[in-house]
């Protein structure tokens, strides 16, 4: 994530005449970036229910029928080729080489990227709104910001607006906290952290309020609770987060080749389209809980645990893999936070059916921590998100422990996000 330092890091021992001018500003990015993230969220979630409920209903069509879901992503590869396609700003830039922030758009960019984006999410496709969702809040914060107040700097509004936007996501600004710290680590600046992490925590704090209070998020399961971790719960823990890195580094391995090949096709109304395609072929063959962004998708998961035999887990876990690999290659705008999510705790299930002295909670969270070491290369975020899937607080140290032989596999390699020129970044 690309944050820089807003303007209390570079004068020593900011005083509060320096903080509290910071507060108003934060708060009003912190609710207007929720308000942006939930309103694409319930447009995509109605135009879900249309495509999926109403119309094959109406047509006397299974709404997850193999040859629904085919049509179905195909056409949202349609619809979303014409948005890249014809729509000024082509939606922004490849998801594929984008990250959680980076440099301002152009404001006139965001309406096709969010366009582009609910028909993503409505369509089935395996992709998150995070990066979209970042991506829109900066330019707007950005261009707004600058124009109210054009004696502050342009890097405060960026930086207010991916810790509003992170903290809106994921419903708490402790996420936010943790990506800002990663990206703050050996950037120069004055001051204590707490003055430098500030105005970008009011803001998530706002943003994270508002999301909760209007649509109630959870990362939460409803896992089996381990409140006495042994010897053999941390063995395990190690081993699935380890195996489930490596597992989910063969998508990083794959991801420039499946890239370049789409980008053969040269044209959005080609790659778009095909790519759809693939996906409802995938679809077709993992079933509907492979589909869409997958959060909602993983609590149908695991609610059922013991009811998935190994061979379904399996069917699910590399299809679901394989979506999101094709998805972030063929030109689909969205984020790979929450699918890599669906990915590690299928994963996790299936180790856990396979070897059934392994605890839930444990397999499941390790399983999503490995899985989002692997593709992000976010520590904090990828501990945080399979801690709060867990949501014993038991289980943090054994996933602490357990990130680190997982991270020394991931380390240095290739990861999913390609640098302009199509190259894993590493």
């Not at 965001?110 to 998150?128: D, E, K």
């Not at 995070?130 to 930086?159: C, D, T």
């Amino acid at each position: 994530m690309a944050v820089t330092d807003s303007p209390s890091s570079e004068i020593p021992g900011t005083p509060f005449r320096v903080l509290l001018p910071q507060v108003l500003p934060a708060l009003v990015v912190g609710v207007a970036a929720s308000l942006l993230f939930l309103g694409i969220s319930t447009a995509a979630e109605k135009l879900r229910d249309v495509l999926w409920g109403t119309l094959p209903d109406a047509f006397g069509i299974g709404g997850f029928s193999a040859l629904w879901t085919i049509v179905m992503l195909t056409t949202s590869g349609v619809a979303v080729g014409l948005v890249v396609w014809k729509v000024p700003g082509h939606a922004g830039p490849d998801s594929a080489s984008t990250g959680l922030g980076g440099a301002p758009m152009a404001p006139g960019v965001v309406p096709g990227l969010l366009v582009a984006t609910a028909l993503a999410l409505a369509g089935g496709v395996s992709l998150g709104p995070e990066n979209p969702i970042i991506a829109a809040n900066i330019a707007l914060a950005y261009w707004l910001g600058r124009r109210a107040q054009p004696a502050v700097p342009g890097a405060m509004w960026v930086s207010l607006a991916s810790a509003a936007s992170i903290g809106a996501l994921f419903g708490t600004p402790v996420a936010a906290a943790l990506v800002i710290s990663e990206a703050l680590v050996g950037r120069p600046g004055h001051g204590s952290l707490w003055d430098r992490f500030f105005a970008p925590l009011v803001a998530a704090g706002a943003g994270a309020m508002t999301t909760t209070l209007l649509a109630h998020p959870s990362f939460d399961m409803s896992l089996p609770a381990l409140t006495d971790p042994g010897w053999g719960d941390l063995s395990a823990a190690m081993a699935v987060a380890t195996a489930a890195a490596l597992f989910g580094l063969l998508s990083c391995y794959a991801f420039p080749h499946a890239h370049r090949a789409f980008r053969r096709l040269r044209h959005p109304m080609l790659m778009l389209p095909v790519g759809g395609l693939v996906l409802g072929l995938l679809g077709a063959l993992g079933g509907h809980l492979t589909l869409f962004k997958g959060l909602e998708e993983v609590r149908e998961l695991t609610s059922n645990i013991g009811g998935w035999s190994s061979g379904e887990l399996a069917r699910m876990t590399v299809v679901k893999l394989a979506a999101l690999l094709i998805a972030a290659s063929c030109g689909f705008r969205g984020g790979r936070i929450f699918p890599a999510v669906f990915v590690g705790a299928a994963f996790g299930l299936l180790v856990q059916a396979l070897v059934p002295e392994i605890h839930p909670a444990v397999a499941v969270s390790a399983g999503v921590l490995g899985l989002l070491l692997a593709t992000t290369r976010q520590g904090w975020v990828s501990l945080f998100t399979a801690a709060v899937i867990a949501a014993t607080p038991a289980m943090l140290a054994l996933l602490c422990l357990a990130s680190l032989p997982a991270w020394l596999v991931v380390t240095g390699r290739p990861q999913l996000e390609l640098d302009d020129s199509g190259a894993p970044l590493r």
